[in-house]
């Protein structure tokens, strides 16, 4: 309830008439809730509740609700229904991990007008609570998150490929930084990177698609730096620079089973998993310069890509896995380049006197996002997978392109 502090001039109600008034108030707020005095004067009726109440998700997107019976002697708690649509899945969404407080529902995955998400109270099912859920259209090129977008602050951004849809999710004070977004391969959750500026003390989030549910994955004192899904989601690949030195390690997609993959001398970081999950292709400067290597996805086998005197890194899988972007400076210049899997047939896709960096792939790898600063500041364009077509998207840095799902 917000406070409110008497005005100059206004009249201060005697300590009668205040009770009074929030007698009044509390039979209104009662009234408006939907409770009543139960049947038979036994008492205050059961009410139900739902939070959040609204939500706004992209298609394919989840939510997690929880709903609180109130009066209810029995803890009964709810039943879960999705309301106001008519039709299956496909067309309604789903509803799933409910219990007799909780549920999550996902979006189908096309848009459709607005539908409710109903908590109805067990004990008495005349009593119920429907929170509003509108679904929004992913344009047909896809997705985009990014950080330092319009607003040139570090937080996490969204857009569609096409330029539309540009949404602020994380939305963080001015000396809280989050970088590194990299979304989950159902496309339903976003990894990123948050800390303080200036301190070494940086750790994984992971949130909704949509900004909400943020909670810290890692909670431990390091620096964490760039990481990446395993393809089935299970996993999360990413580096920690500790003690001095950079090194390549695995977790489990809730934070556990944390495993050293590299364990080398030599600076190892910036992991990126092949499409088959068989691989990890990563950048390293073991052999005294830096290079792009390929190990087998426990930390076994490690071997090198490139052998180049210039410093070639960001190493990004192409969906098929038959390719490899990366960014390298061997014409005097940063420029995006693409090669083989293993490490043949380099090619410069951007040849430009900008520096150009940070692609990714679009999930049908038809195109190419990456970082430029050709017209003064780092802006994210796209281009054909062959390096034809480029043309800006918007302000910003680190684009990561949304996977279908499944």
Not at 37 to 49: D, E, K, L, Y
Not at 146 to 157: A, K, L, R
Request: hydrophobic share 35%; with cysteine; proline share 6%.
């Amino acid at each position: 309830m917000v406070a409110f502090e008497p005005q100059q001039g206004s009249i201060i109600k005697t300590p009668a008439l205040l009770r009074r008034l929030l007698f009044a108030s509390g039979l209104v707020l009662l009234a408006a809730c939907g409770d009543s005095t139960a049947p038979g004067g036994a008492g205050q009726a059961i009410s139900v509740a739902v939070v959040p109440s609204t939500a706004s998700l992209l298609t394919s997107g989840s939510q997690d609700f929880t709903a609180t019976v109130t009066n209810d002697p029995s803890n009964g708690g709810v039943t879960w229904s999705i309301t106001a649509c008519s039709g299956d899945a496909s067309v309604c969404g789903s509803l799933g991990n409910m219990t007799s407080t909780r549920a999550t529902y996902t979006a189908p995955t096309t848009a459709r007008p607005a539908l409710g998400v109903t908590a109805t109270a067990v004990k008495d099912n005349s009593k119920s609570f429907t929170a509003t859920v509108a679904i929004t259209a992913i344009a047909p090129a896809g997705q985009i998150a990014f950080n330092n977008g319009p607003d040139y602050n570090y937080e996490i951004y969204v857009i569609n490929a096409d330029g539309s849809g540009l949404s602020n999710l994380t939305n963080t004070p001015n000396l809280v930084n989050d970088l590194h977004p990299a979304w989950s391969p159902d496309g339903t959750k976003i990894a990123f990177t948050r800390g303080e500026y200036g301190t070494y003390v940086w750790d994984i989030y992971l949130m909704n698609a949509d900004g909400s549910g943020v909670h810290d994955l890692t909670n431990n004192p390091a620096f964490y730096l760039r990481h990446a899904w395993s393809p089935d989601g299970t996993k999360i690949a990413f580096s920690i620079y500790r003690d001095g030195n950079d090194e390549v390690y695995v977790m489990n997609a809730d934070g556990s089973g944390l495993s050293n993959l590299t364990n080398n001398p030599g600076k190892d970081l910036y992991p990126a998993w092949s499409p088959d999950g068989t691989k990890i292709a990563f950048i390293s400067d073991r052999d005294g310069n830096v290079e792009i290597y390929v190990m087998n996805a426990d930390g076994s086998g490690a071997t090198r890509l490139t052998n180049n005197p210039a410093a070639d890194g960001g190493p990004i899988w192409s969906p098929d896995g038959t390719k490899i972007a990366f960014y390298s400076n061997r014409d005097w210049n940063f420029e995006v380049y693409v090669m083989n899997a293993d490490g043949t047939g380099p090619v410069n896709l951007t040849n430009n006197p900008a520096v150009d960096g940070g692609a990714v792939w679009s999930p049908d790898g038809t195109k190419i996002a990456f970082v430029s600063d050709r017209d003064g500041i780092d802006q994210i364009y796209v281009m054909n997978a062959d390096g034809s077509g480029a043309h800006r998207l918007t302000a910003g840095s680190e684009p990561t392109w949304r996977p279908r799902g499944p």
